[in-house]
């Protein structure tokens, strides 16, 4: 089966009232984002919803292997075309129906008449295009409420469309339409879940990463690159920062107790990334904290860690166990990449005995022993960026 155009469904985005062409302009340019390798597609934006247009039939199949993943479509369908006259749409209406499951089925046909010039009515089109399914598919049954499957017939100007599958979208906001925030991007698992879901709440991201050669090894950097890589598959990509943090971790190493490094470690990177947030114009920063899942997630070391910033620190994961992160994780792809067997610089790191309830005068007092300024200047100043995308982005934009 041979699809001419993909309908495609706003959902909570039809609610946005006077600011809904805001959000549709958002969700039409990540949708062009996420194809700008498919030459052929082409999409075109009404009130309440899209339609990709793509002449090439392997563009087609791989436009709808990428839309489920794209944050603010609430579902899409395959559409055939045909000429808008009864036995040309009697002709397609079987080819749409072979291409669903109809055995012990039910179905109901829903025309919709775009085309007021045409010469039957709803009832009328009904009879005749349910009259001729039913001849050809003995399986099927009628059923007028919550059918197993509605075909849809959409007769226009230009032809009639027909389809009878409908795929689930990803849901939420587009991306980039609330905001920009800063992703601490650990490699674990916990932290690419909270960047996911950020982003289905249409938050754009930059990531970054602390990493400790020759502690931490190429390979855990490329996990890294591969989950910032994988979150940009949800409809925006995302810009990747290397920390280089060896020299901080060191001092770090030597100057606090041992109890208390972590705390401090993660105080500093948080300033870190606070530095970098101000830089790029980013209005938060996004953690993968989970309350009480280790030492630096109790409410006594998060209080410590904030007191280095008034930035909004957003933690969407601080109620989710770890079975519904992991849960998660395998859902939208970045499990299977977390899971890669290379350390990142707080596993090589960590403490025995992490205090679980670090008293910040305590925290500060050993901190004061040593000027970290320095060194936190020199690792942003020092840090790469890694933006894979940005000039096929470019390019892209030149065609729109």
């Known amino acids: 089966m041979e699809w001419n155009e993909l309908l495609i469904r706003y959902g909570e985005l039809s609610l946005k009232g006077r600011n809904r062409n805001t959000f549709v302009r958002r969700l039409k340019k990540n949708i062009q984002l996420a194809m700008r390798d498919l030459p052929t597609v082409k999409l075109i934006a009404e009130r309440d919803r899209m339609f990709l247009h793509a002449s090439d039939n392997d563009d087609m199949k791989e436009a709808i292997e990428r839309l489920p993943f794209i944050f603010g479509i609430q579902s899409f369908s395959p559409v055939a075309k045909c000429q808008a006259d009864l036995e040309s749409i009697k002709e397609k209406a079987l080819d749409v129906m072979g291409s669903v499951e109809t055995t012990d089925k039910t179905f109901k046909v829903e025309i919709k008449r775009s ?111 591969d989950l910032a890589d994988r979150l940009g598959s949800f409809g925006a990509h995302v810009r990747l920062h290397i920390i280089p943090f060896t020299e901080l971790q060191q001092a770090i190493v030597k100057q606090v107790p041992n109890n208390l490094s972590m705390t401090t470690t993660r105080r500093i990177m948080l300033e870190i990334a606070d530095k970098v947030r101000e830089e790029i114009g980013a209005m938060g920063i996004v953690t993968g904290e989970s309350l009480g899942q280790v030492a630096s997630q109790t409410l006594d070391s998060m209080t410590a860690i904030n007191a280095v910033t008034s930035t909004p620190v957003l933690r969407p994961l601080i109620a989710s166990d770890k079975l519904e992160i992991i849960d998660l994780a395998q859902q939208i792809g970045t499990y299977d990449i977390s899971i890669r067997p290379f350390e990142d610089c707080c596993t090589i790191f960590t403490p025995s005995n992490p205090k679980t309830k670090p008293r910040l005068e305590k925290v500060t007092h050993y901190e004061s022993y040593f000027d970290f300024a320095p060194l936190i200047e020199e690792a942003v100043a020092k840090r790469s960026v890694i933006d894979e995308k940005s000039t096929q982005q470019n390019d892209f934009d030149d065609l729109l």
């Open 115 to 225: 085309d007021k010039t045409f010469p039957l009515v709803t009832g009328e089109l009904q009879q005749e295009i349910g009259g001729h399914v039913l001849r050809h598919f003995p399986d099927l049954g009628v059923k007028m409420k919550k059918p197993d499957i509605q075909l849809l017939v959409d007769i226009r100007k230009d032809g009639a469309f027909l389809t009878a599958k409908t795929y689930k979208g990803a849901g939420g906001m587009p991306v980039g339409s609330n905001g920009h925030s800063l992703l601490m991007l650990s490699g674990g698992i916990d932290s690419p879940v909270a960047g996911y879901l950020m982003m289905k709440r249409g938050v754009s991201l930059d990531a970054i990463h602390f990493a400790s050669p020759p502690f931490t090894s190429e390979m855990a950097k490329k996990k890294v690159m």
